[in-house]
């Protein structure tokens, strides 16, 4: 059981350029989204899903695309990368956020550290 | 305006002292995650409550539901607590988290 596997944890790109954040989980949760986490901000949702087939804008979304094929994956796309767009990227999942009879609990990956030039 | 405000944002204790962290909330929030996040590292979730009060080893977690208002409290706080507390809100049909801006607590020896 790997839980929630993120990658790149690091990557470079130049300002234009495409890229792709991948994260797979394997609890087999209904809930995943990416947040990206800049300094002196909370972390702020860019999408989610909440099964496959499913996804919605969060809080942030512009510039970033997502797609969720399969329960276990939910890749995040960066179209045209921006410098405004350099931070750190969480992907995260749940059975499901709101709970009566479990946890709700939120697992993360370890995050992915993106620089654009 | 966050919608989930906590205090303080910085936090200073000495080995052993009882520590508190505060989040308060807007309305439409029902319940509220605390994570945990170690320097250069990732994020753990400690809790979710939507009433009363849990409990995990030190770690006591309780909502005020009316008062809109959780605690976050470290009992006997350890170097090794130093880290970044943070709460989410969220609830209602929107599957969002709205999360605060955390809280850097840092426990000297």
């Known amino acids: 059981n790997a839980g929630v596997t993120q990658t790149p944890k690091f990557q470079v790109l130049k300002t234009g350029q495409s890229m792709t954040l991948q994260c797979a989980q394997d609890?087999?949760?209904?809930?995943m989204s990416w947040y990206r986490q800049d300094p002196g901000m909370g972390l702020r949702l860019i999408h989610y899903?909440?099964?496959?087939?499913?996804?919605d804008q969060g809080e942030v979304p512009n510039g970033y695309n997502v797609s969720r094929s399969t329960t276990e994956d939910f890749p995040l796309r960066l179209l045209s990368a921006a410098p405004s767009q350099t931070s750190v990227y969480f992907c995260?999942?749940?059975?499901?956020?709101?709970?009566?009879?479990?946890?709700?609990?939120?697992?993360f990956g370890e995050g992915s550290r993106l620089t654009v030039l | 305006k966050n919608e989930v405000e906590q205090s303080p944002q910085n936090l200073t204790a000495q080995e052993g002292e009882f520590i508190t962290i505060n989040c308060s909330y807007s309305?439409?929030?029902?319940?509220l995650h605390w994570l945990q996040q170690h320097p250069g590292g990732g994020i753990v979730s400690l809790f979710m409550l939507s009433s009363g009060k849990k409990k995990h080893g030190r770690l006591i977690a309780t909502i005020n539901i009316q008062e809109k208002h959780s605690s976050l409290h470290i009992t006997a706080s350890h170097p090794r607590d130093s880290a970044v507390y943070i709460c989410?809100?969220?609830?209602?049909?929107?599957?969002?988290?709205?999360f605060g801006t955390g809280t850097l607590l840092a426990v000297q020896p």
């Open positions: 989410a809100g969220g609830g209602g049909a929107t599957n969002k988290l709205i």
């Open positions: 995260a999942s749940s059975y499901s956020i709101w709970q009566g009879a479990n946890t709700g609990e939120l697992f």
């Open positions: 309305v439409g929030i029902s319940a």
């Open positions: 899903s909440v099964g496959a087939g499913i996804t």
């Open positions: 609890m087999n949760h209904e809930y």
